[in-house]
């Protein structure tokens, strides 16, 4: 069946340049209507960086991932300092079907980058840019964890471009957000996916859409227990090792908690919604439904 997939997959694909296909929208409500000006244009500006700018060192052989960027904008200054709140989200077909599935949906509080009204966009993955690189960071990021869910470890080389991103902020005067600290930063997430103690978490992040697309095409049962083992996988490695707080973890459940439970609803065992509650917490309330529901 992966090699089947392979092969098809490799022989309907279709060559693009770039890889995304981003959407972006833009909230300006909480700064002043005096400063709004200042950013007239600037969510076409990020979308079409997005959207045709090369991330890959090799020509893309697959259909652009689909993705979004919401930006918030939460402080402006006229001259050209701006802080966002950002949500990132990304989601991939399964196999064989108009059904997509999430696979990231991260919320980015701490974006403080420049901006001049008019100003062009430049990639250059070698020097800094509060602005560029994080959009590249955000796209390696996207682009890794698509891979991932394809092609076990197939995300590996734009994680490690997202590394070295990293690497470059905290030295930056833009360093916030980028550092490991609080509840959520770009260094930790991209620290932990490459650190081989997530390994195991990376096999199974692989083998829950595979169980998706083998669910939708093969076997329903045979799917949902490949759903099942990712979980126990997971479970077995944050026995091992602590996982409290994970922002890989917590990354991987707000992406996939509601179509865990569409997956897994009729599954005879239900025991597998309490592990779910041990692993998950902040999730148990759509796992509590199904266990009152049952």
């Known amino acids: 069946m992966k090699l089947f997939i392979a092969v098809v997959l490799f022989l309907t694909s279709i060559t693009f340049s770039q890889e995304l296909n981003c959407t972006v929208s833009l909230n300006l409500d909480n700064i002043p209507i005096s400063n709004r000006d ?7 500006a990020v979308s079409d960086y997005m959207n045709k700018t090369r991330f890959s060192n090799s020509e893309w052989q697959n259909d652009r991932i689909d993705c979004a960027l919401n930006i918030l904008i939460l402080t402006a200054s006229n001259d050209g300092n701006f802080s966002a709140q950002v949500i990132v989200t990304s ?11 999430q696979v990231l949906r991260i919320n980015d509080a701490n974006w403080s980058f420049t901006y001049q009204k008019g100003q062009a966009l430049v990639s250059n993955q070698s020097n800094f840019d509060p602005l560029t690189s994080f959009l590249d960071y955000y796209a390696d990021i996207i682009i890794g964890f698509n891979e991932d869910s394809w092609d076990e470890f197939g995300g590996t080389p734009y994680f490690n471009r997202a590394f070295n991103i990293d690497n470059l902020a905290i030295s930056s005067n833009f360093s916030k957000g980028w550092s490991r600290s609080g509840l959520y930063s770009r260094q930790a997430l991209v620290e932990d996916i490459l650190n081989d103690k997530y390994r195991p978490f990376r096999e199974a992040f692989y083998q ?10 093969v076997d329903k049962k045979k799917g949902q227990d490949k759903i099942v083992a990712t979980i ?13 707080g994970s ?3 917590r990354t991987f459940f707000d992406a996939n908690s509601g179509e865990i439970v ?8 239900k025991s597998i919604f309490q592990l779910l509650k041990k692993i998950d917490p902040p999730h148990s309330a ?3 439904a199904v266990l009152i529901s049952n």
């Open 232 to 244: 126990q996988t997971i479970a077995s490695l944050q026995n091992k090792i602590d996982l409290i």
């Open 262 to 269: 569409n997956y897994l609803k009729d599954y005879p065992d």
């Open 208 to 217: 829950y859409y595979y169980g998706i697309d083998y669910y939708v095409n």
């Open 38 to 44: 200042l950013l007239s244009g600037f969510d076409k």
């Open 247 to 249: 922002i890989v973890l």
């Open 91 to 101: 989601q991939r077909p399964v196999y064989k079907s108009e059904k997509n599935l």
């Open 286 to 288: 759509k796992y509590d």
